[in-house]
């Protein structure tokens, strides 16, 4: 998200964010932090965000903070306005190998950079075995199908079972029935 800042005519910056006035150290920090700003002049509406970076730009080179090597400076000067118009990506490309220099000076990083590579080897040869793989699959695939669908076709048997024959009826023998106390008493 850009941050909208309004110039004022008497040059003081207004952020719109945060609801206050900020000094171009501020501006700087954002930028410096990834923030995208974009200054408006608040009487003219006309975007002078180049103008502010610029003075930012200006400042820390009066003070001694300027983190821009002079080469960069150099071709900006030379370069003039169509120039940065037009080579943006020169001019980043500059700022990204100075980066790069400095970050290859770094023996951790450039220990990172080896591993990363090493990585990425290793993940090219994992891709290759797993398509080689899945190329076998792909071949055997068809062959076990074949086999499976004839080993799924059972012969035909014919039933040699024989049907249990009917069992007939126990005979019951007769119970003979005990004599009780209420048996004897009508008895009587």
């Not at 590579?117 to 071949?139: F, I, P």
Request: aromatic letters at 2%; a positive charge; hydrophobic letters at 35%.
């Amino acid at each position: 998200m850009i941050r909208i800042i309004k110039r004022y005519e008497s040059r003081k910056l207004y952020d719109t964010e945060e609801s206050r006035y900020v000094a171009l150290e501020d501006i700087a920090k954002w930028v410096r932090g990834g923030q995208e700003v974009k200054v408006i002049d608040n009487a003219s509406s006309a975007d002078v965000t180049a103008q502010i970076l610029t003075q930012i730009i200006l400042d820390e080179g009066k003070r001694g903070t300027s983190f821009l090597p002079s080469e960069l400076l150099h071709d900006l000067v030379r370069a003039g306005e169509k120039a940065v118009a037009t080579s943006v990506e020169r001019v980043q490309g500059k700022v990204d190998r100075l980066v790069q220099a400095s970050m290859d000076r770094l023996a951790p990083v450039r220990q990172a950079r080896e591993e990363m590579g090493h990585l990425r080897e290793r993940l090219s040869e994992l891709e290759q075995t797993l398509t080689s793989l899945e190329d076998e699959t792909v071949k055997v695939a068809p062959k076990a199908a074949s086999s499976a669908s004839t080993a799924r076709k059972p012969a035909a048997r014919k039933s040699t079972a024989r049907k249990p024959a009917a069992r007939k009826p126990a005979a019951r023998k007769p119970v003979a029935k005990k004599a009780t106390a209420t048996d004897s008493g009508s008895a009587n």
